[in-house]
């Protein structure tokens, strides 16, 4: 089928936020709209709605965000490969459009922001580049850079322009705080460092007071210092006695000039300007460490971004912080619908399962182990339980209303449980391990028992799929093959060899054939009868094939690899009709819901997509 054919899926909405960005959760001007970056994507929600845009343009992790103060443009940096140059691209809001395209920077833009009339645009190199660039936004082209700090001081993390002149602006980072002055007739900037005396800090944000007096600096030991703009000297810092700890990594200010501090810790809390003291009663803990703060209206609400991927909201009367948004901090690793019902659907990953509302992509459940990795999830066909495989070598049975535990089958495998599946009837388990063997385990309401150990593969079991008849199941393996084992005698009934780590196996419907995807880039076609290959499809263009898996009519199939795209294909003529584009991290699993109206898929960068199912 010719690439104009091939149309384009229609991505419903994300669940995902990257809080390891700094100060990558924006409000913006309009008091209306969230503004935050999940990989290659920059997320637009409204909060109220909850409707969500995405500005998608980049080619690798978006690393930094900026907002003007009209609101009218948005601005995002990048990071690349060693030995390529980062993109800054500012979008224009109204139109969720590239506005401009700049690339100077090496490997990554640190930071970014907008001079108060939406004049310039300031951009920050990473530790590879240590260049400090001012853009013209009007005539859409660079206007003048220097390096970011003297060759003795480190890497320069942050930048803020000033509230009232487009020809001033503050850069800090390790061992160095420069004021800039912009002299635009001459085509230079020229900065001048403040003067800290005895005081050496690691400068990680920077706010400045509405009327360019003073400026702030969170640093990493915990404090904050105060700067006179005018005569560039040190005037305070504080609190003086009990420092923040992992210091502070956000700070923001109200119109009454309240200060309102993050830190790596999780701790938000509100301080007086000069005296840094803080205001009773207005200080609250959140989970993970905090890395943006972003103030809503004249501050009655405030938005704190974590590094475990948590959105909270706090209002500033009562200070009570409510978790609006949460997702996947690390890799989604599986994704899995209870059977016969597309509402509802679980993700795992580090740490954790959870269960989310389809429709609202809203978390109903999670259910935590701490410190391990949850490889593989499924439901019981009666819908009694949640069975989950761990990296620790353990199954997990969990209750699907509360989440409380079950059951536990320990030692299930050597070098962790890495696939799972279970029988129609709800009677037994099948599991794959790190080891290579598939195991057959009896469950009923009081004992689970193992049945049998079936020892063939020589590699990593990576995907198991059971018939309807749960007489025969398949599970593929890094080592190059597919085994279909008979359930009754624990034997190998037929087995598949191709060049490639299989990465994903499923039945077609009827059962008659079986599709594969693996690292060769293949998705081949193999009939369960004798194990002969029927067709091979160059199935992407680069990476291996992670995920598969067919529609109940049969007619259809959906990928998803390395290649970041969704892809869904015709089964019977191998022709791709749709590509869905929005990962930026490798995809490890998709599904299609059993009422075929959505298709989910998840990826290492620990996004959850929902597609609009197109048939």
């Known amino acids: 089928m010719s690439e104009d054919s091939v149309q384009e899926l229609e991505l419903i909405s994300t669940i995902g936020f990257n809080g390891s960005v700094p100060h990558g959760l924006l409000v913006h001007p309009d008091g209306e709209h969230l503004i935050y970056p999940l990989g290659c994507t920059v997320v637009i929600e409204n909060i109220k709605t909850h409707e969500q845009n ?28 060693m030995g390529f140059k980062a993109d800054v691209i500012v979008w224009d809001f109204e139109a969720k459009e590239p506005y401009a395209t700049f690339t100077l920077h090496k490997v990554k833009v640190e930071a970014l922001a907008f001079s108060p009339t939406d004049k310039y645009l300031v951009t920050l190199g990473g530790r590879d580049d240590s260049s400090v660039v001012v853009w013209d936004l009007k005539m859409r082209e660079a206007l003048c850079g220097a390096p970011s700090a003297l060759q003795s001081a480190g890497t320069v993390y942050t930048v803020q322009f000033m509230n009232t002149t487009d020809d001033k602006f503050v850069t800090g980072g390790n061992k160095t705080l420069r004021i800039w002055d912009v002299d635009r007739s001459n085509r230079k900037i020229r900065p001048q460092e403040c003067d ?309 196996v499923c039945y077609q419907p009827e059962e008659t054939q079986l599709l594969t995807g693996g690292s060769d880039r293949k998705i081949s076609y193999w009939e369960t009868l004798d194990g002969s290959q029927i067709r091979e499809m160059e199935g992407s263009a680069d990476g291996s094939i992670n995920g598969l898996d067919i529609s109940d009519d049969g007619n259809y199939f959906v990928s998803g690899g390395n290649s970041r795209k969704v892809k869904v294909w015709k089964y019977n003529e191998g022709e791709v009709t749709h590509v869905g584009l929005g990962h930026s991290g490798d995809i490890t699993r998709v599904r299609v819901c059993p009422n075929s109206k959505h298709i989910i898929s998840v990826s290492a960068d620990g996004a959850i997509l929902r597609w609009r199912y197109p048939f």
């Open 54 to 81: 995405f500005l998608s343009g980049h080619t690798n992790d978006v690393s930094c965000l900026a907002v003007s103060k009209s609101g009218k443009y948005v601005a995002s940096g990048q990071i690349t490969h």
């Open 196 to 504: 800290l005396g005895q005081l050496k800090r690691d400068v990680r944000c920077i706010l400045i007071d509405s009327t360019d007096e003073f400026l702030y600096a969170g640093t990493t030991s915990g404090d904050i210092l105060q700067i006179t703009i005018k005569t560039h000297l040190f005037k305070n810092s504080g609190p003086a006695k009990d420092k923040y700890s992992l210091g502070v990594h956000s700070i923001a200010m109200l119109k009454d000039g309240t200060i309102i501090v993050a830190t790596g810790g999780g701790i938000v809390c509100a301080l007086k300007a000069g005296t840094f003291k803080p205001i009773a009663q207005k200080e609250c803990s959140l989970a993970g460490g905090a890395t943006s703060i972003a103030v809503r209206g004249i501050g009655h609400q405030l938005y704190v971004g974590v590094n475990k991927g948590n959105i909270y909201r706090i209002n500033f009367s009562d200070f009570q912080p409510t978790c609006i948004n949460s997702c996947h901090y690390s890799g989604v690793l599986d994704v899995a619908f209870p059977y016969g019902c597309g509402d509802l659907f679980a993700t795992c990953g580090k740490e954790n399962i959870r269960v989310w509302v389809t429709d609202t992509s809203t978390e109903v459940l999670r259910v935590t182990v701490p410190n391990m990795t949850c490889h593989g999830v499924c439901f019981m066909t009666d819908g009694h339980s949640i069975i989950s495989a761990w990296n620790d070598g353990k199954i997990r049975a969990f209750k699907p209303q509360s989440g409380a535990a079950m059951y536990t089958i320990h030692d299930a495998h050597k070098q962790g449980v890495t696939a799972i599946a279970t029988t129609s009837d709800s009677s037994r388990i099948v599991s794959g391990g790190g080891e290579g063997q598939v195991r057959v385990w009896d469950i009923s309401s009081n004992r689970q028992e193992m049945k049998a150990a079936m020892k063939e593969h020589k590699g990593v079991v990576t995907c198991i799929k059971i018939r309807a008849n749960n007489m025969e199941c398949v599970s593929s393996s890094d080592d190059g093959t597919c085994i279909i084992w008979d359930l009754n005698r624990f034997v190998r009934n037929q087995i598949i060899f191709a060049n490639t780590l299989f990465k994903a």
